[in-house]
């Protein structure tokens, strides 16, 4: 799926258009894969277009507008999906930090006994909690179509950050095997960070919910 501009269509969003262009097109050039700090299932890769033509096929709904606008809504559902993609990662992550914390002894006794450890857990704990209840809430207003706009990012900022804690203190709990690549939490600490970044910065959700909340105000005080 490529995003492209469309002469002759204004200054507005319908300049934009949304295109399936097949990676074996003529003058369509796919990069090696992107050696990323994690998701290493996740294969990405620079794509270079060069001359690339298509057919009126190609274009997503037929129309440039709807196209567009079909796009920012898949957007708005993915940050959703990414939310409880977060939540995933956290719960595997907390499950990782109570099974060591659990079994690992230090001075004859398990680490998780210790009073320091049980409040990393805690805050793991609540955390998971949090997010899960987030992210259904969410999905529901999606669905239901009552929110589209704040929920999804709420969730998303919520969520991704949230996870990157939760991983942050699962290699905690590990102490130095935590760091080490033989171990699950290792691997979730790197994949965890890019959560953060895909489908719109932390950031970026900041700045749609301000800005949304500032909108619905002062939509509430001009009806009144």
């Not at 009126?56 to 959703?80: F, H, I, P």
């Not at 006794?109 to 949090?130: D, F, H, I, K, N």
């Amino acid at each position: 799926m490529t995003f492209a501009k469309v002469a002759g269509f204004g200054d507005d969003d319908g300049q934009i258009a949304v295109f399936l262009v097949p990676t074996d097109a003529p003058g369509v050039t796919v990069g090696p894969k992107d050696q990323k700090m994690g998701q290493q299932g996740a294969v990405t890769a620079d794509v270079t277009f060069n001359g690339v033509r298509l057919g009126a096929d190609a274009l997503v709904s037929g129309e440039v507008r709807t196209g567009y606008r079909a796009a920012m809504t898949v957007l708005a559902r993915g940050r959703v999906h990414v939310a409880a993609l977060a939540m995933g990662l956290a719960r595997r992550a907390l499950d990782e930090s109570v099974a060591f914390s659990a079994q690992n002894r230090q001075g004859g006794a398990p680490t998780g006994e210790r009073q320091l450890v049980q409040a990393m857990l805690a805050e793991q704990q609540s955390l998971v909690m949090a997010g899960t209840a987030l992210v259904r809430d969410a999905a529901q207003k999606y669905l239901d179509g009552t929110d589209r706009r704040v929920a999804p990012s709420v969730a998303k900022l919520f969520c991704t950050e949230a996870a990157g804690r939760v991983a942050d203190l699962a290699v905690q709990t590990h102490g130095g095997s935590g760091y080490m690549r033989e171990t699950v939490v290792e691997r979730l600490y790197r994949d965890a960070r890019l959560l953060r970044l895909y489908e719109g910065t932390s950031e970026i959700q900041k700045l749609i919910i301000g800005r949304e909340l500032v909108k619905r105000a002062q939509s509430a005080a001009a009806s009144r």
